[in-house]
Structure formats: C-alpha cells, structure tokens
C-alpha cells in the first residue's frame, strides 16, 4: 500500500507541474502549439521520467514486471509478437479493400519522405508499446493481483476495463480560450471526470480496447514477459499509424466493419479474436519462469 500511495504523489506533482507549466510554455515556445497539446505532451514526459526514476530505483522490478532483457528470448517475442499484431490487421485491411471499403493509395512523395515517415511512426509505436504495457499489464495488472490478493482472472478484467475507459478521458475537450492561464490547465484536469457521460458515443471503441487488453494480458501470463505484449502493441499501432499514408479506409457502417482504428467494430473484434486464438501456437509457456505476480 505505500507503493501505491507513493504513485498517487507522483501522479500528483506530474499533473501540479504540467497545470503550471503549460500556460507559461505556450507563450514562451518559439512555435504556436495548442494549448492541450502541450499540457497533455507534459503529463506523458512525467510519466516517461518517472517510470524511469522507478525502474533505476527499483531495480527488482524490470525482473518482477517482465522487462527483464533475456537476449535471443526476448528478441525472438520482440519479432513474433509485431508480426502478429501487424501482420493480422494487415489481413484485415486485405479483406477490407476486398470489400471496397478503403483503397490502396500511396502518396507520391519521394523515398526519404516515407523512410523519415516510417521510422518516426515506428519509434513512435513502440515508445506507446512500452510505456502503456510497463504501466497497465506491469505495474497495474501486479498491483491488482499482490497487493489486494485478487484472483488472475478478476485482476485481469478490471485491469482492462481501467485501460479500456482511461483512453477516453479527452473524449470532449473543454473551451480553451486565445489567452489561456493556469485555470483552463485546471479544466484539463477535471474535465475527463465527465467522460462516462458520453459513453454511448464510444462504448464500441471500448469495447475493442478491452478485448485488446485482454490479448495483451494473456501474452504477458502466458510467457511471463512484457517483450512479446509491447511489440504486438506497437505493431498494431504502427499499422493504424499507417493509415493516411499508403491506403485509406471509408466509415461504412463503422459498427460492423469498423473503420481506420480498426478494433471499434465486429470484424475489429475478430481480428483481435483471432490474435487472442492464436497466442497458444505463437508463444511457448513458460512455467518455471514465469512473471511473478504477488
């Protein structure tokens, strides 16, 4: 429970620092940036930080957490877990085009242009890879399981629906005037408490997340590593990335087909259903060294 408390300080001087902060960058950063933009760019530089500072202090936990390097291991769950999560919605992107709901249509820009492009998405997908599976399916996942004695199933659903709902938490933004100040930073901070309110706006998008939560967790309790479950991540989100880029994709009746996010719909839900079938052939068990989770 004192870990516990020590996060929730830390969550509180990340956000205290970034309502401060955020009025003062705005005027003084050489270029215009939006307002929310900065306070939201300052809330993940603390959490990068401190997630960070935690693993040099707590050395233990890299081990614990399942991010400790196991060399060819580690590497070899690097390589599948990407090429399944990418390689599965590029299937699913396949099947759609098939059914003329989006197209390939690469823009004509020159070589360097898409290597510049492609690597900063990559690096982009794999920095959200680490930093949201270090913290939900490591950090939130072992707390849920150790420190109130909660069963691995029970732990893994509520788990994921704190990951599914959280990424809703900008769903609405609040006015933010020509001239903010530290209140419209304060707005930024309780505004998401109001989010449920819109809940049947985006309960599909929701829904996809939590399966994808769910897959995540099971390659995590499976192999006992956090290497496989970034990396399937990132692939996934190096994939929706993409989009814009070399195809793009109609909202037809996002529902069922769902659209360029590709897990807010039902045939979402299958794709991420088929990756969840087939983390048993992909990702050998690994009982004797296995994560702990108490």
């Not at 809330?43 to 957490?65: H, N, Q």
């Not at 933004?173 to 998401?192: A, E, M, Q, R």
Request: contains cysteine.
């Amino acid at each position: 429970m004192k870990a516990f408390l020590k996060l929730l300080a830390v969550i509180a001087a990340i956000v205290f620092l970034s309502v401060v902060l955020t009025p003062w960058l705005y005027d003084v950063l050489p270029w215009r940036f939006k307002f929310e933009r900065i306070f939201n760019r300052l809330i993940m530089i603390g959490t990068l930080i401190s997630v960070v500072l935690f693993v040099r202090i707590r050395a233990d936990t890299l081990k614990r957490y399942g991010l400790w390097w196991e060399g060819k291991r580690s590497g070899v769950y690097l390589w599948q877990g990407f090429s399944l999560g990418f390689g599965v919605l590029v299937l699913l992107a396949v099947l759609k085009i098939t059914l003329g709901l989006g197209t390939w249509a690469p823009a004509a820009q020159p070589f360097g242009f898409y290597l510049g492009k492609v690597l900063m998405i990559l690096a982009t997908a794999f920095l959200i890879g680490l930093i949201e599976e270090f913290f939900f399916r490591g950090f939130v996942f072992n707390a849920f399981k150790a420190k109130f004695g909660w069963n691995l199933p029970l732990s893994i659903l509520v788990t994921n629906l704190f990951y599914a709902i959280v990424h809703f938490v900008s769903f609405q933004k609040p006015f933010i005037g020509d001239d903010p100040n530290w209140h419209d930073s304060l707005k930024l901070v309780w505004y998401p408490f109001f989010q449920l309110a819109y809940f049947p706006s985006f309960w599909h998008e929701a829904v996809g997340l939590f399966i994808f939560g769910i897959l995540l967790n099971a390659i995590v309790v499976r192999t006992g590593s956090l290497y496989p479950a970034i990396a399937l991540h990132a692939g996934c989100v190096f994939f929706i990335k993409m989009d814009g880029l070399l195809m793009h994709f109609t909202n037809q009746n996002v529902i069922f087909y769902s659209s360029s996010k590709m897990y807010d719909g039902f045939l979402g839900w299958l794709a991420l259903g088929a990756m969840l079938w087939s983390v048993s052939f992909v990702f050998h068990k690994r009982e004797a060294e296995r994560m702990e989770t108490r």
